[in-house]
């Protein structure tokens, strides 16, 4: 496998001046807007807070009662604080620009969501995650991608926007097994104890055991893999976290991102450290496998979630049984999404609630009160008997469908987020009843990734599909349990 050498010429520059293109003025708009958007808060701010803060000091004289003289000093702290973190953010992306130039790279001002979501599987995040000054190119069949990752956890809000500077190289001749390495932590040893994850530490190298949590789904490949020199070498670097995972090594500082100083060292850091990793891995393919693994703990909750996880073989045999089939539990909990009991519940109570309400307000003489409480009874025996009678379509769709094969084309993303899970969209080619069809299967979570590997491989995907109603279809992916370890 060829080396990528970042102190080497890695191919012609961009043309010139490409470099430099922060100097256009259309690059200075992000900085007047920063300006422009902090002044304008800042001095609403000064109205509201700094003048009734401050406007009783007597050393501010009359001023100190106009509401004006508030609103320039407010609107004056704001846009320096605009302005700074503008040109702050203006400069990173001129040294990005300047690198892609120097090493033959590809710059992008955001990354497309496809490598997003690829390292949002890789890393085991389950919000909002995208990719900003991006650089991008291949050497030799050898992927690579720089840049920040900006990770926004389910739930929160826009202000608790989390950026990390990342690395990612990926080579169809490479294999990792599957693997995370991330500094020590008080909180993550004491939930790793709970769920029963491994802690793989070497008694030759105390150092990097005391300074990093490393686990695996295979502990003992994992321990092939971190030979006494890759050790030595991560032993001298805390604070990162690598990823590991088939043919992709992902290489990050955890909630740190470099700045425009220090952009070209992190890309230096991150390169010495996949050439580490390549050569480990490069040694553990001519070892001798590991002794398999013992068991887990009975008791932990990954083993008993492994136990109730649902394996594409399960799923198989479950198709191929001749309709109408009995659905094991797994696979029906699994693809309804749940319980209906606990659905029941929540809208029972909701219609309870509504009924007492328009009771109340009937016994009351209330008729305002007596009308929303008929609205909520309404709305929540009609919002219920929907999700009945789309679980009944479900179940009907397990039991009674014709078992087909599909084809996935591509794989899209949308801006839709359910329970805090982003929405995909899979165009499937396939044929029922000697008609061929094309559909739009909405995907979620692992299920994304799995799809995606069946289109970049061109592979068959197992289906059944509605006799009464062929488009809709149910992919035998959908019905497997993916359970990754990321810790």
Same mark, same amino acid.
């Given at each position: 496998?060829?080396?990528?050498?970042?102190?080497?010429?890695?191919?012609?520059?961009?043309?010139?001046?490409?470099?430099?293109?922060?100097?256009?003025?259309?690059?200075?708009?992000? &900085?007047?807007?920063?300006?422009?958007?902090?002044?304008?808060?800042?001095?609403?701010?000064?109205?509201?807070?700094?003048?009734?803060?401050?406007?009783?000091?007597?050393?501010?004289?009359?001023?100190?009662?106009?509401?004006?003289?508030?609103?320039?000093?407010?609107?004056?702290?704001?846009?320096?604080?605009?302005?700074?973190?503008?040109?702050?953010?203006?400069?990173?992306?001129?040294?990005?620009?300047?690198?892609?130039?120097? +090493?033959?790279?590809?710059?992008?001002?955001?990354?497309?969501?496809?490598?997003?979501?690829?390292?949002?599987?890789?890393?085991?995040?389950?919000?909002?995650?995208?990719?900003?000054? &991006?650089?991008?190119?291949?050497?030799?069949?050898?992927?690579?991608?720089?840049?920040?990752?900006?990770?926004?956890?389910?739930?929160?809000?826009?202000?608790?926007?989390? !950026?990390?500077?990342?690395?990612?190289?990926?080579?169809?001749?490479?294999?990792?097994?599957?693997?995370?390495?991330?500094?020590?932590?008080?909180?993550?040893?004491?939930?790793?104890?709970?769920?029963?994850? *491994?802690?793989?530490?070497?008694?030759?190298?105390?150092?990097?055991?005391?300074?990093?949590?490393?686990?695996?789904? *295979?502990?003992?490949?994992?321990?092939?893999?971190?030979?006494?020199?890759?050790?030595?070498?991560?032993?001298?670097?805390?604070?990162?976290?690598?990823?590991?995972?088939?043919?992709?090594?992902?290489?990050?500082?955890? +909630?740190?991102?470099?700045?425009?100083?220090?952009? #070209?060292?992190?890309?230096?850091?991150?390169?010495?450290?996949?050439?580490?990793?390549?050569?480990?891995?490069?040694?553990?393919?001519?070892?001798?496998?590991?002794?398999?693994?013992?068991?887990?703990?009975?008791?932990?909750?990954?083993?008993?979630?492994?136990?109730?996880?649902?394996?594409?073989? #399960?799923?198989?045999?479950?198709?191929?049984?001749?309709?109408?089939?009995? !659905?094991?539990?797994?696979?029906?909990?699994?693809?309804?999404?749940?319980?209906?009991?606990?659905?029941?519940?929540?809208?029972?109570?909701?219609?309870?609630?509504?009924?007492?309400?328009?009771?109340?307000?009937?016994?009351?003489?209330?008729?305002?009160?007596?009308?929303?409480?008929?609205?909520?009874?309404?709305?929540?025996?009609?919002?219920?008997?929907?999700?009945?009678?789309?679980?009944?379509?479900?179940?009907?769709?397990?039991?009674?469908?014709?078992?087909? *094969?599909?084809?996935?084309?591509?794989?899209?993303?949308?801006?839709?987020?359910?329970?805090?899970?982003?929405?995909?969209?899979?165009?499937?080619?396939?044929?029922?009843?000697?008609?061929?069809?094309?559909?739009?299967?909405?995907?979620?979570?692992?299920?994304? #990734?799995?799809?995606?590997?069946?289109?970049?491989?061109?592979?068959?995907?197992?289906?059944?599909?509605?006799?009464?109603?062929?488009?809709?279809? &149910?992919?035998?992916?959908?019905?497997?349990?993916?359970?990754?370890?990321?810790?």
């Amino acid at each position: 496998m060829a080396h990528y050498s970042p102190s080497s010429p890695t191919g012609p520059p961009s043309p010139s001046g490409t470099a430099d293109r922060g100097t256009d003025p259309a690059w200075l708009l992000p &900085v007047l807007g920063h300006t422009l958007g902090a002044a304008a808060v800042g001095g609403i701010l000064g109205a509201l807070v700094l003048r009734n803060l401050l406007g009783g000091f007597d050393w501010f004289g009359a001023w100190g009662q106009a509401t004006w003289f508030w609103v320039l000093i407010g609107a004056a702290l704001g846009g320096t604080s605009g302005l700074t973190r503008g040109l702050r953010l203006l400069r990173r992306k001129q040294q990005a620009r300047r690198l892609a130039a120097q +090493r033959a790279l590809a710059y992008a001002e955001h990354g497309d969501s496809d490598s997003a979501q690829r390292l949002k599987t890789i890393l085991g995040r389950d919000g909002f995650v995208s990719l900003e000054n &991006v650089l991008s190119g291949e050497r030799d069949g050898l992927k690579l991608l720089f840049g920040d990752l900006v990770y926004i956890p389910t739930g929160s809000k826009n202000s608790n926007r989390q !950026v990390s500077s990342i690395a990612s190289f990926q080579h169809p001749e490479l294999s990792f097994p599957r693997f995370t390495m991330r500094p020590e932590g008080s909180l993550l040893n004491m939930m790793a104890g709970i769920v029963g994850v *491994e802690d793989i530490d070497f008694d030759s190298h105390p150092e990097f055991s005391r300074r990093y949590h490393l686990s695996g789904q *295979e502990p003992e490949t994992v321990r092939q893999l971190f030979q006494p020199r890759l050790l030595d070498f991560l032993e001298q670097r805390p604070g990162w976290q690598v990823r590991g995972e088939k043919n992709c090594l992902v290489i990050l500082k955890p +909630r740190q991102a470099a700045g425009a100083e220090g952009m #070209e060292a992190f890309m230096d850091e991150a390169q010495a450290m996949f050439s580490e990793f390549e050569q480990a891995t490069r040694t553990r393919a001519r070892m001798a496998p590991p002794l398999p693994r013992p068991s887990s703990p009975a008791g932990s909750l990954i083993e008993l979630a492994r136990r109730q996880a649902i394996s594409p073989d #399960e799923v198989e045999q479950f198709l191929q049984s001749t309709a109408p089939r009995e !659905v094991p539990r797994r696979i029906l909990f699994q693809y309804l999404n749940g319980s209906i009991w606990v659905i029941a519940l929540l809208f029972g109570f909701l219609v309870v609630l509504g009924g007492c309400l328009a009771a109340g307000g009937y016994a009351g003489g209330e008729p305002a009160l007596m009308l929303v409480g008929s609205v909520i009874v309404a709305v929540a025996l009609s919002v219920l008997a929907w999700i009945v009678h789309r679980r009944q379509r479900k179940f009907q769709l397990l039991t009674l469908g014709c078992r087909s *094969e599909g084809r996935i084309e591509r794989v899209d993303a949308t801006q839709v987020a359910v329970n805090g899970q982003q929405r995909y969209l899979a165009l499937v080619h396939y044929h029922a009843d000697g008609l061929p069809y094309s559909v739009k299967v909405p995907l979620y979570g692992c299920h994304v #990734e799995l799809a995606r590997d069946a289109a970049d491989e061109s592979r068959g995907v197992p289906l059944l599909y509605d006799p009464g109603s062929p488009r809709r279809v &149910v992919l035998s992916l959908q019905l497997v349990t993916q359970f990754p370890l990321r810790m």
